[in-house]
Every structure is written in structure tokens, then in C-alpha cells.
């Protein structure tokens, strides 16, 4: 029998919320079926308004709050801005480490039916403000001025801002400054729709050890007016730039940076700091945003693994390197593979940079690369994976069974995939031993979980 919709648009009922959406949406159910609700928090009680009705969700708007969370916190309209891309704005932060690790003990719970694992305390930030290394802006123009900021919600509308509560200020500073330079000289903004124009984007990367600043312009065209004064006026207002780049995308593409990118003055990298290693970080690279909860991380990946200098450990997913070469100062020898050519090049450079030379990075998917090292009669006595969103891909789940190594660290950004993971590896010789959760970026939906297994019969 087909379900009736308990509701049509432009009703006006209360609700209350239940939960967050991974947008940090408000969830209500009304006779099960649910109404997304921007600003709504679990626990509250509020009469919505229904905007829009579809099959089997529908989508409101928060009229008069009638019960409000222990959680709450207002914002005052004059700060809304400065929060772009924080859902859980509207949380306390004592609320939102709840709210995470309950997701996570939910997901492995529900998902993963690990109803015997030990799953520590949420590792919070003492300041979970202001902790983003890295910031890139979109770039537009309203009454003759240029603006930046972020993109409402579903939108490609400029929200014009010059602070973000979330990024170092070093970010904040350079961005407000580089904004204010091009305003001045005269510096055309992009426009999406024409087409036309010259800054699309401004991007702003922040060595949080070595207070090293990296600006990047990102341009529509290979000309940039006014070049040399735009260098020398960002020199003089930064004093701690490194590097001042140009990456030209001239493409009609939502993908940021493109394929062109000249160094305008100083380096061409600039550098950081995890413990005791030194990454160098281009305008491409991915690394870490918050410097402080990665090494709370990665210090956890290295207990996890539980090295004593004799193991040989392989990072699948291993980026630029960074948890390879922290693995490096304990094992014996490790082995990164990486599908992004780039990604690989600067984790041997990263290698080099610290002297590290029992290391050896290979390009290729991990679940054709591994088994390929298998057969050269590499066995891995450690694996650790970080994969993306989607978790592990099954080819490298059945490689894992296969190599059967003493201990697996898997570092996860998806609590849901890395329920479903665990217990296929959980099915298949290993036991999960611990579960981390780390909160690397408050003020977000988003919790990072590192977990440590072990092959059953082996010691923990």
C-alpha cells in the first residue's frame, strides 16, 4: 500500500528533532516521515513551515523554537557570517563531541554490529576555533567593489566576508588583504555566467610550525594587470610570505585551481611540520588543514601500529607521504602507494627533505599495487589505510585478508564506511581491537576515527 505523504507545502506544524542530516540539517518525523530542517537541533521542539514536499522527504523552515537544546547557542547576526561552512554553528562545542562520538558508537553499533569494541572518549581541541591552515575564496564584485567569501547554501551567491571563525588568522589576514590589494588596482573579478573577467579565486596556505605564508592567485587569464605591484604590495603587507603564485584555470569548470601555475615571487613550496617532520607543501598538495589534531592523529597511528623497529609496515591511500614517513621513524621499512602521480612525487621529495630513505612510493590503486608486492615476496607485518569517503575499495579489503598482517590501522573520515569495513575484515581473521575518534574540524558535521585490529591469534 502506497504511503501517504502526511503533508504538503506551506503547512505550519511542530516537529521535534531527532537527529542531524551530514549537512547538519535538523531531522523531524512525522509519522515517519522525515522533514529537513536547517538550524534545528536533536532534542528541540519548533513549528516549521513545509517548503517543499518530494517522495519520501520533505524540507522546512525553523519558525519559533518551543523547547530548545541544553546545547544551543545563539549567534549574534552580526557574527553569522563569519561561520561560512559550519553546520554545527549553532552547537555548543561540549554538544557537538557528543553528537560525534554518539555517531560514531551509532555507526559501528548499527552498521557494524561491533557491540564488543572499546571505543575511547572523542579527542577534542582545547581552541576549536581558528585552526585551519589553508583557505581558498571565490573571488566576485558587487557595487563596483570586489568581494569574498563562501557560497550560500545550494547557491553560487557570494557571501562577502573578511573573517572566518575557523581559519588561522594568518589566513584571515592574507585573504583580507590580497582582496584589498586587487580592489584597489583595479583587478577584474570573474564572472561564472560571462565568463569573463580575471580572479577567480584567492588562496591562502599557512605553515603553522614555521609561520611560512603561500598566497595563490587563481586566474581566469594568463595576463594578470598590474602583476608586479600587486607582488610588491603583498610583500611589503605580509611579512611572512614565502611564496606568491599564479595558477591560471580558464576552463568553465566549479574545479578550482587548473593545469598552469607560475611561481610570481619567492618559492615555489613552503613548509610545515608534524612532530619531528617536515613536509613541503605546494599549491596542489593535499595536506592536513588542522596542524594541531594530525599530529594528535598520527601519534595514535603510531601506537595503534605498535612498531619496535623490525616491522615492515605498507600505507595504502598515502597521500604526500605524511603518515608514512611518521610510521618511518619506527619501522623497518615502509611502502606507500598512491593512485595521484603528483601526490607520489612530492612524497619522495618529502622523503629526501627528511632524510628518510626506508621508504619506497609507488603510483597505482593499492588493491593491484599490493598484491603485486605480495608476489615479490614483500609481506607486510603492519597495513594502514586512510581511504576517502567511500572507504576501502573491495579488492583492497580481500587483499588485507589475504596478506593476513599482524596489525591494521585504518584512519577513517566516514564512520558509516568504516562500519561496513570492519566487519568484513572482522569476518575474515581480524578483531577489532580499539576505536579513536578525533574531532579535526570543529564547528563541522565531520569526525575523523582512527581504529587498530589485530589478526586473530596474534598479540594485541
Known amino acids: 500500500m502506497k504511503q501517504q505523504i502526511p503533508v504538503k507545502k506551506n503547512d505550519y506544524i511542530d516537529v ?22 536547517p538550524g534545528g537541533l536533536p532534542g528541540e521542539r519548533a513549528q516549521i513551515k513545509v517548503l517543499n514536499v518530494k517522495k519520501n522527504y520533505g524540507y522546512g523552515k525553523l519558525i519559533e523554537m518551543k523547547e530548545r537544546s541544553p546545547y544551543r ?19 555548543s562545542y561540549e554538544g557537538q563531541l557528543q553528537f560525534k562520538q554518539n555517531r560514531v558508537t551509532q555507526a559501528l553499533t548499527r552498521i557494524g554490529k561491533l557491540t564488543d569494541v572499546q571505543i575511547h572518549p572523542i579527542i577534542g581541541m582545547d581552541e576549536p576555533f581558528h585552526y585551519r591552515n589553508k583557505a ?12 569574498s567569501g563562501f557560497y550560500k547554501p545550494r547557491t553560487h551567491e557570494i557571501i562577502d566576508t573578511d573573517e572566518s571563525v575557523i581559519q588561522i588568522e ?18 577584474e573579478a570573474y564572472h561564472e555566467e560571462k565568463h569573463t573577467g580575471v580572479l577567480r579565486n584567492i588562496m591562502a596556505r599557512f605553515g603553522k610550525q614555521t609561520d611560512e605564508l603561500m598566497i595563490v592567485l587563481i586566474t581566469k587569464t594568463e595576463k594578470l594587470p598590474h602583476r608586479q605591484e600587486i607582488i610588491d604590495r603583498i610583500v611589503t603587507a605580509l611579512p ?53 589534531q594530525t599530529k594528535v592523529l598520527y601519534d595514535k597511528a603510531l601506537e595503534y601500529a605498535n612498531l619496535t623497529g623490525e616491522e615492515i609496515v605498507i600505507d595504502a591511500y598515502c597521500g604526500i607521504g605524511t603518515i608514512s614517513l611518521f610510521l618511518a621513524q619506527k619501522a623497518k621499512k615502509v611502502y606507500g602507494v598512491e593512485v595521484v602521480p603528483d601526490a607520489i612525487e612530492d612524497a619522495k621529495k618529502n622523503a629526501e627533505l627528511n632524510g628518510i630513505h626506508h ?5 597505482g590503486e593499492a588493491e593491484t599495487v599490493i598484491p603485486n ?25 580481500e587483499t588485507i585478508i589475504e596478506m593476513k598482517p599482524k596489525r591494521v590501522v585504518y584512519v577513517s573520515c566516514n564512520p558509516a564506511t568504516l562500519a561496513r569495513d570492519l566487519q568484513i575484515l572482522e569476518n575474515n581473521g581480524f578483531k577489532t581491537i580499539e576505536v579513536q575518534p578525533v574531532d579535526m574540524f570543529p564547528q563541522t558535521m565531520h ?14
Not at 621508504?359 to 603510483?363: D, G, K, N, Y
Not at 569526525?447 to 594485541?460: D, S
Request: with cysteine; aromatic share 8%.
Open 170 to 187: 594568518a589566513i584571515n589576514e592574507a585573504i583580507r588583504v590580497v582582496k584589498r590589494i586587487c580592489d584597489e588596482l583595479g583587478i
Open 16 to 37: 521535534d528533532f531527532i537527529d542531524l542530516t551530514h549537512e547538519g540539517q535538523g531531522v523531524a518525523k512525522i509519522n515517519s516521515f522525515p522533514i529537513f530542517v
Open 359 to 363: 621508504v619506497e612510493f609507488a603510483v
Open 73 to 91: 547557542i545563539d549567534i549574534p547576526k552580526t557574527e553569522i557570517n563569519k561561520y561560512g561552512g559550519c553546520q554545527l554553528q549553532h552547537m
Open 240 to 292: 611572512n610570505v614565502k611564496s606568491i603564485v599564479q595558477n591560471i584555470n580558464s576552463k568553465r569548470t566549479n574545479v578550482i585551481l587548473g593545469d598552469i601555475t607560475t611561481v610570481l615571487w619567492g618559492s615555489d613550496v613552503i613548509y610545515d611540520y608534524i612532530g619531528d617532520v617536515k613536509f613541503m607543501i605546494s599549491p596542489l598538495s593535499f595536506y592536513q588543514v588542522n596542524p594541531v
Open 136 to 147: 581558498q575564496v571565490p573571488v566576485g564584485e558587487k557595487d563596483g567593489r570586489l568581494i
Open 373 to 397: 608486492w605480495a608476489k615479490e615476496g614483500i609481506h607486510a607485518d603492519v597495513i594502514v589505510v586512510d581511504p576517502p569517503r567511500k572507504g576501502c575499495a573491495e579488492t583492497l579489503l
Open 447 to 460: 569526525v575523523e576515527v582512527i581504529v587498530k585490529l589485530v589478526l586473530k591469534g596474534t598479540a594485541v
